[in-house]
């Protein structure tokens, strides 16, 4: 596992062997989906307990949800960009190219998301991440009200704030940790991919 | 359970007999505890697998810590404070007090932990906790190791650092639902208590 | 007076005895009403004329108002908390949980005022005293219109406007100095006092 | 006093002839000086009480005091070009220009007091009173020895401090009232004065 | 040319002998026309081929055009004002006063565009060329169609928007080299000139 | 030139017939160079003055100047990451790719320069590239000379800020008109071109 050796800067990225059973399991499945190992794999498992909550809470916000998978990487982007994190805006800009099927959506969202090529309704969604991760305290029932008047149900609202509430973690901890995306993920989902 | 209609207001709080067993354990478990349900479980089961993985992530960040469970407090306090969230200044300013058996410590850290009474190595945590939640990207090595300076382990700043972007996503899920503190946190471990 | 040695950190609080006469007599009267010196009084002695005009500008603004006491204490809480003042938020916060008769309140206001438990007019009370307080150059007449709306006299909005701009100066002498609030605030006017 | 009707234009300036004997008597000691009215005098006289206390503690602030004139009126300019009051940048440059004899410091300070035409000691005294205004709760000891290191005693700093708190009151008084310069005040002090 | 010694600190001003010749051409114009070579032509020849660029362009906006040159002016000093420039503030206050004969004009846009005595078209106007110099990023059609709203047409809303990018840029050059007004432009078209 | 189009959303594309023939020589000879013709050119058109003197000045900043071009691209991807502004990013994202023969280094700079593939040299002359685009009144003597202290000459500092400057400029103008990127510069410069 040479390669995640820039995983992270700021901590020691373990030794695969190291890793507990269960979480080379985890590892090795999305190696094998992706044909190589995102490096928030390598890095999470610094901390073997916090790295089965956030894969866990992870797989709920995708699993469980209102959204289609493009509107997630949606709202992963866009809160990344305001927090300005290299890792997640790399990393899930190559999974928004993909289930967006859109190869240019991702630098769009990231740096503007009030002009990138989405409909109205989604950039209701993203005017809610976006507060939610700049101004918390300012988000009433008008603001969910405004998503319901777009389509939205209550439960999906629900959806919208936790997966922007989740990367306002995720990208903390990409922070803290200088976490650094891997290569593969600047080119996945281009035009001629 | 009644008394939890009011543990959030943007979101129908689900009767207790439609929680899954293995939460309404963990709700029972709590509420035994504490001597009363706090208002967070009653809310997040809305969503049960979103409520799975974020417990579990609580409990790993106080579990797999080098930190004592003060300073965690004492970090939530903080963060929370910068991000204008009742319900974990109410709830984990209360538990503040008792863990670090300190009266007056939660309004000190929630209002500026810059003149709180703490040590200079817990301010300088919670320097880094405030920096990492307000300008997660300028955290930079050199801040890592001014808190190495104060004395904590390069695995004690994961830790700092993980307890801080965790309460970024849990203060924005109670301003997202408008979570609302029970009753007994506002006065749980004051002078006379 | 041996307490008030913590009345503040950065400057000499003077000795009772050297404190003037007609000072001296307000000191005392306060503290028969309260059982105690509140620290900002001690601390204020520092300077006996800029207390005179202090005490003054404070007395006006509770006597010739058409606010009640507890709207005052609640506009008082709400900047305070915008400007993060330890001494004003715990010494007020105990005055509002007294005047309101509402044990939760300062926590709330102090906090998020947007989602405390107060009238829609009061929230747009503490809205306007709230953006006098951050961004004062951009009140403007809709705003003062926007208080009549709620049934605010224009009086009454002189006297929001006068409050909040008030405690943004008392708020910056409490930083200044590191005013500390008397042990008795905290308790104060809570559940079962 | 018709050229009051505009000292204010969100509240009526009361006529002369119905404000309480003491107040006019200081108005007109005060117009003699100057040669006009100062409209903040005409404005404030719409709450006496209010009046008498803005006046004393204006007062108090330049007699008793480390503090020379000039430095006061650095200070007055410095915090109220941070917060854009158009009435104490005229009125209080105007001040300036006169105490200090310098025509054009005023437009310096107002707009940024890093590289206007005065001392380091001046500077460190205008960065003092611009972090109390826009950071308060960042203020800390260290500032204060700063100052100190520059000359200043620690009983100065108190005053340096008063004076940039109570103009963060007095620039929003003005902002809520929309309070307007004299005409006079715009050429008071410039160079063929 | 030994005044434009001053003409700014961080950078050394050229000889005018060393000045290219079409650009001494353009400076001896300049100097002849407001009988003082204003200090930015001094500063800026310090690169020539920048120097006619950044004079082409501000030509090309005052002269290719649907504004009005006090508007475009208006436009100058409320960005500026915006960024604290000193050196356009002052220079272009001048030219306000000068081009609407309007003395006050200057102090009360620098200051608080929203209070000033300008029609409320015009203040629509200074409201857009703020918005695109604080928070460019936010700018919308709906902006651009409040304007149109006001009686400028499309072509009109290019103009005032190219103005306030253009001096997004000359404060931000005025900052690098700290320039400095020429005392002619403090007096410049004040009531008596 | 139907492709130009979507060069601008908010202002007409001008026929390419309809422009002036030195213009249309500029365009085509930019257009065989690159391929294609990026859509500043088709934007800026609308104005033809405007047009002249903004390519002049871009020209002028590449062409006289102490920096290498991949410098000056490193800065201009910085103050438009800083700035938000979409079509900066990904057109001047694709020379920095070329320019510096580097295809990560676009998202890094872009996201966050403190933590990108860069030499300490460069990360100051970004910090000082942002610095000016962010709070450019703070920009001072000291940050001068910490530049100078990495290498950069005097002359070289000018540079560095009139890069930046120009881009405030440039970035205001594309989130004026809505700038869109062409199709080509997303993926120009990219691993495997």
Not at 84 to 110: F, N, S, T, W
Not at 171 to 189: C, I, S, V
Request: some cysteine.
């Amino acid at each position: 596992m040479a390669d995640a050796d820039d995983a992270m800067r700021r901590f020691a990225v373990p030794d695969h062997d190291d890793v507990p059973e269960d979480l080379r399991a985890r590892i090795d499945e999305e190696t094998e989906r992706a044909g190589f190992t995102p490096n928030v794999f390598s890095a999470m498992a610094y901390r073997p307990s916090h790295f089965r909550a956030f894969v866990a809470y992870h797989d709920a916000l995708v699993e469980e949800t209102e959204l289609e998978r493009e509107e997630v990487e949606m709202i992963v982007v866009a809160v990344s960009g305001v927090n300005d994190c290299l890792y997640c805006i790399v990393a899930h800009g190559a999974l928004l190219r993909i289930y967006a099927d859109a190869p240019k959506l991702a630098e769009q969202i990231a740096s503007n998301h009030r002009t990138a090529d989405v409909s109205e309704a989604h950039r209701a969604m993203l005017d809610f991440a976006v507060k939610l991760t700049e101004r918390p305290a300012e988000v009433t029932e008008a603001d969910v009200e405004r998503l319901e008047d777009h389509g939205f149900s209550r439960r999906a609202v629900w959806d919208v704030g936790s997966v922007a509430a989740f990367f306002n973690l995720s990208n903390r901890l990409a922070h803290l940790a200088d976490m650094r995306p891997n290569d593969e993920f600047y080119d996945l989902g281009r035009g001629d991919d």
